[in-house]
């Protein structure tokens, strides 16, 4: 009977390690960049409005507005916004400086580089 009663206790606890554990984040989450639209032109110096939708399956923590050049240098930056649920939509403003002005097209990629964090990506 002790033997039956040891053997039922680590089954239980092997099952309860089991599903304790964290489930790994394997997909990225999906950023639709809502404005500028691709094309849009900017005279610099100038101040967009960068407005996204994101969506994951996991709980966000965090998203990262980036401009970035053609060869993925940061270019300008809207900072991070802290995030609460899996999905939403956003808006930041980016200001755009240079030493002299000059019209600018926004890129499609590379473009504002969007990077939400997950609970699950951060290890929270």
Do not use: W
């Not at 009663?5 to 984040?25: E, G, N, P, T, Y």
């Not at 401009?67 to 900072?79: I, M, N, P, R, S």
Request: glycine letters at 8%; a neutral charge.
């Amino acid at each position: 009977m002790r033997l039956q009663q040891a053997m039922l206790a680590a089954a239980f606890i092997a099952l309860l390690l089991v599903s304790c554990r964290k489930d790994k984040d394997l997909r990225p989450p999906v950023v639709e960049v809502l404005e500028p639209v691709a094309g849009t032109t900017i005279a610099i110096p100038d101040t967009i409005l960068v407005r996204v939708r994101v969506n994951d399956d996991h709980q966000l923590t965090g998203l990262t507005i980036e401009l970035l050049d053609e060869g993925g240098a940061v270019v300008a930056t809207a900072g991070t916004i802290t995030l609460e649920g899996s999905s939403g939509t956003y808006e930041r403003s980016m200001v755009l400086m240079d030493e002299r002005s000059r019209p600018v097209r926004t890129p499609s990629p590379p473009g504002p580089r969007m990077a939400p964090t997950t609970a699950a990506a951060s290890g929270r």
